[in-house]
């Protein structure tokens, strides 16, 4: 049974999947962040950026591996862990 | 022991009425009060509470104040136990036995019926000032709680119906603007009595044991309303972290929300160490911070009281910047350290929301995350001292939804009634003018559902006897976004403080700079402390936006060139971020296709994480 995670995922047979493409993604229950796409873009360098950012923090975007949909951000310094949303299914 | 039956059209009129209470004890407050911080950006709260200090009825105004007003209730219950009396009213504004920081004074008051305590009734605003290192209230510069002004743990400013004149005088001998301050505590005095006499007719209408009975059953009510709610919510685990700046160091404000049956846990374990800055708060303020949000996203259909508190737990860590210690310094933590655990508990809120199915639609990117909360103060056109707040920190953002855009300069979660002055207003206070005040571009995160624009507005001395005026700037939010998107979403766009320093050819010429770019003059990002705006020199100031929801490769092209025709994105982000590419202002479709397509590539040729 499909079982909603976010706005871009969602659960079905144990997997967490691309709500876009329906790829398997990772292991439902855990994180999932780990097993997709990720690329990183510094704040500093988006359009509407402030005259202050601080130069390290960046915005992490995690993509389908499949689709490339952004499935999920999260503002970082590079050396702080992703941050863990797990919805038990 | 059963209590009298009631049929539910009697207790719909007394929830009714309740509401009405407090609806116009805030009227009172409003009228009463001088303070455009109080009657134009509503930074107030009232609210009613059980006879044993436990909220009752929360009312509009800053959510974070409804809980700790409730433990300021308590605080007075233990501190002056067998010597409250009727008419007696008392003041508590110490950050470490309830309230949110000095300058945010609680006037708490016993409501008595036939010589019994049933109920009471409590209001805050931030006042004039409150005799901290620096005017206003917020003070950058304080080292520890001492030097943040004037702290009680409970004092009784009335008894029974009189004014106690020596604690009156003795507190306005500690602030700047006595006269303000007195008119702030006199609104505070009206608003309580108002709520008391308001009560007592209540009570005198129905009888006291059919009141408390309808109130204890809408506190039940409220409990099992909340719990059915998370009974309805999956259960799981949701993250989020806030990042706060002070002259060059970083803290974080870590929240892991698990949700679990029909409980909540909001746990703070590995936010930073307490700071030497004033950005820290006591554990009451994280707690009326995770619930400000609470309120509006989870309880928006169910009252705000005691019930909704019961399924909430927090662990907040001793000595964490979210929880510290006497004699750390707190005076900004209503900007500080509350406002990211709000944002936290926001973010982690609209997670657990968006993944529910029947939820879903009410979940919301972070609002505006970041107030910049500057006070100024000096003599104005008129020769008085001056002191008081730009109220556009109150203006806000929305965050975007699942299914629309936040709303451009939206207010905020924590305060459903937040809005900014008119410029007008400000100008007839302060000796400044401003040069613009719009909505601006590219502040809101982007998203299929794009977070609602911040904006930026710029002011200079005008017809200042001292040629010019000072502020003081309690600015966290320029380093780091704190409006977190959400499902793909970008997060709003930062603060920024910039003070222009004239070119010396400048000095005494009016200028009618329409932009930052345009205004002349040396630029320097400033964000914490105390400057002077003298002469011709300017201070600019934005604030950020909402954050977004969904992929913003999403969204659709035609509201992408709606945004820039409004002034709310820029053409850069439109194909940067967006992938839309214009033609003559048109959407170029085979453009934007071929645009996006290669966004999404380059997306995944970074490889997997």
Not at chain 1, 34 to 42: E, H, M, N, R
Not at chain 2, 208 to 235: G, Y
Not at chain 2, 381 to 389: D, K, S, T, V
Not at chain 2, 519 to 544: C, H, K, Q, T
Request: proline share 5%.
């Amino acid at each position: 049974m499909r079982k909603r995670i976010s706005a871009s995922l969602f659960a079905e047979g144990g997997q967490i999947c691309c709500a876009t493409c329906s790829r398997q993604l990772a292991p439902a229950g855990g994180s999932w962040k780990t097993k997709v796409a990720l690329s990183t873009v510094l704040v500093g360098q988006l359009p509407g950026a402030g005259t202050n950012v601080e130069t390290r923090v960046v915005l992490r975007r995690f993509c389908c591996p499949q689709c490339g949909h952004l499935l999920d951000t999260e503002t970082a310094l590079p050396e702080d862990p992703f941050l863990e949303d797990v919805v038990r299914v | 022991m059963k209590g009298p039956s009631m049929d539910p059209v009697t207790f719909s009129i007394i929830r009714h009425r309740l509401f009405r209470v407090v609806e116009e004890a805030v009227i009172t407050l409003k009228h009463v009060s001088g303070s455009a911080i109080t009657n134009e950006g509503h930074d107030l709260m009232v609210s009613l509470y059980q006879a044993d200090g436990s909220l009752l009825m929360g009312g509009v105004g800053f959510l974070h104040h409804l809980t700790s007003a409730a433990e300021a209730c308590k605080a007075i219950i233990r501190k002056f136990e067998g010597r409250i009396g009727e008419g007696d009213l008392f003041l508590l504004n110490d950050p470490y036995t309830a309230a949110l920081h000095t300058s945010d004074i609680y006037l708490v008051a016993p409501i008595h019926h036939g010589g019994k305590l049933v109920a009471w009734s409590a209001c805050f605003v931030h006042v004039s000032d409150i005799g901290a290192m620096n005017p206003g209230g917020f003070a950058p510069d304080a080292q520890d709680i001492f030097t943040e002004g004037f702290s009680s743990p409970g004092i009784k400013l009335v008894d029974r119906g009189e004014l106690r004149q020596d604690v009156w005088e003795t507190i306005l001998n500690m602030v700047r603007s006595p006269e303000m301050v007195a008119l702030d505590l006199r609104s505070m005095i009206a608003c309580n009595n108002v709520a008391r006499e308001r009560m007592l007719a209540l009570i005198d209408k129905y009888g006291a044991p059919i009141v408390d009975a309808a109130c204890k059953m809408l506190i039940d009510q409220s409990e099992a309303r909340l719990r059915e709610r998370l009974r309805e919510l999956p259960d799981g685990h949701w993250q989020s972290r806030q990042y706060l700046e002070v002259k060059g160091e970083i803290y974080k404000v870590l929240l892991t929300m698990t949700k679990s049956g029909d409980t909540l846990t909001f746990d703070f374990t590995g936010s930073s160490p307490q700071s030497k800055y004033s950005v820290n708060c006591s554990k009451w303020a994280s707690l009326g911070g995770l619930f400000a949000p609470l309120f509006p996203l989870l309880c928006y259909d169910i009252v705000w009281n005691e019930g909704v508190i019961k399924p909430i737990t927090m662990i907040a860590p001793e000595g964490s910047i979210v929880n510290c210690t006497r004699p750390a310094p707190v005076s900004v933590a209503t900007v500080g350290a509350i406002q990211s655990v709000n944002n936290a508990a926001c973010s982690t809120i609209g997670k657990m929301l968006a993944a529910s199915d029947k939820y879903a639609d009410e979940a919301t990117a972070v609002w505006h995350a970041n107030h910049f909360a500057i006070f100024m103060f000096g003599n104005n056109q008129r020769g008085r001292l001056a002191i008081g707040i730009l109220t556009e920190t109150f203006a806000g953002a929305g965050g975007a939804r699942t299914f629309a855009d936040g709303v451009d300069i939206g207010g905020e979660i924590p305060n459903p009634i937040s809005r900014m002055a008119n410029v007008e207003t400000i100008e007839a206070q302060f000796p400044i003018r401003y040069l613009f005040r719009r909505r601006l571009t590219d502040s809101g995160g982007p998203g299929q559902y794009r977070g609602g624009a911040g904006g930026e507005m710029a002011i200079v001395a005008h017809d200042a006897p001292d040629g010019g005026i000072h502020y003081v700037v309690s600015g966290k939010g320029t380093k780091f976004p704190q409006s977190e998107g959400l499902g793909g979403g970008y997060p709003g766009g930062v603060n920024d403080y910039v003070w222009i320093h004239a070119p010396h050819e400048m000095h005494d010429v009016d200028r009618f700079a329409q932009s930052l770019d345009t205004i002349p003059g040396d630029s320097e990002s400033i964000s914490w402390g105390v400057f002077p705006l003298m002469g011709s020199d300017a201070l600019y100031i934005r604030w950020n936006g909402g954050g977004g929801i969904g992929d913003p490769l999403e969204r659709p092209p035609e509201k992408v060139l709606a945004d820039i025709d409004a002034g709310l994105i820029s053409e850069r982000a439109a194909s940067e971020v967006y992938g839309v590419i214009q033609n003559e202002k048109t959407v170029d479709g085979a453009a934007t296709k071929t645009k996006r397509t290669s966004l999404r590539q380059a997306r995944l040729s970074s490889g997997a994480a």
